[in-house]
């Protein structure tokens, strides 16, 4: 149990173009969610929490206007990274947290923007 | 401020080399700690949770341990395929999000 999923695993795009990143739980409800980037060979870097029907809490640092999550449902919440340049290619990370707290992470997805 | 301090950063074993790696946290409270295990372009993969001290939980060749401070991950008898980045992180309280260390990487040499 507690699979979280993310789609698309890879994804190319050219700059200035929007990209969106789904993050969803496939076994079980998630009110919490969060979404985190990550450069090559570094720690995980927290970019949101997201909440289910309302508004995501940003980290310090990271632009909500860039970087628009939705948590529309229970098992569902999505990253775009809008007019996207190739400084935002990196690897980015959904979790979400379940019972007693515990949190799994999903496969990752990365954005390669040329 | 509440820290997670994982040590060493890197590890290197020969296979069968049994050790143990160390997550130190100094944090307002503790809901839970918890122990990931990531391989190269992949997103964290849950190992355990430890929520008390005294707790010990165990798989295949992993054992976590948790003190008031500290909290060990045993490898026993290492295989390559153990070789992968070992992060620990904490849960403070209420919907706070988790606070990870920088990780471990470990290296199993056949």
């Known amino acids: 149990g507690a699979v979280v999923s993310q789609h698309p695993s890879r994804v190319i795009c050219k700059s200035g173009t929007s990209v969106k990143i789904e993050c969803r739980s496939l076994d079980f409800q998630a009110t919490t969610m969060f979404w985190y980037r990550q450069f090559p060979k570094k720690s995980l870097m927290l970019m949101a929490t997201?909440?289910?029907?309302?508004?995501?809490?940003?980290e310090q640092g990271v632009e909500k206007d860039k970087f628009l999550i939705n948590h529309a449902s229970l098992t569902l919440s999505t990253l775009t990274v809008t007019s996207a340049h190739p400084e935002d290619s990196s690897f980015y990370i959904c979790?979400?947290?379940?019972?007693?707290?515990?949190?799994?992470f999903g496969p990752g997805t990365r954005l390669t923007v040329l | 401020e509440d820290q997670v301090t994982q040590s060493p950063e890197a590890l290197r074993l020969q296979e069968g080399e049994s050790s143990s790696l160390n997550c130190s946290y100094t944090?307002?409270?503790?809901?839970?700690l918890f122990w990931y295990r990531q391989d190269p372009g992949k997103g964290p993969e849950f190992l355990f949770t430890l929520y008390s001290a005294g707790e010990e939980k165990e798989k295949e060749r992993l054992k976590a341990t948790l003190t008031k401070k500290e909290s060990f991950l045993h490898i026993t008898a290492p295989k390559p395929e153990d070789s992968a980045t070992y992060l620990c992180?904490?849960?403070?309280?209420?919907?706070?999000?988790?606070?990870f260390g920088k990780g471990t990487r470990l290296s199993v040499i056949a």
């Open positions: 944090v307002s409270g503790l809901r839970g």
């Open positions: 997201s909440n289910e029907g309302s508004k995501a809490t940003y």
């Open positions: 992180a904490v849960h403070i309280s209420g919907n706070t999000p988790l606070v």
């Open positions: 979790s979400a947290r379940v019972l007693r707290n515990e949190q799994f």
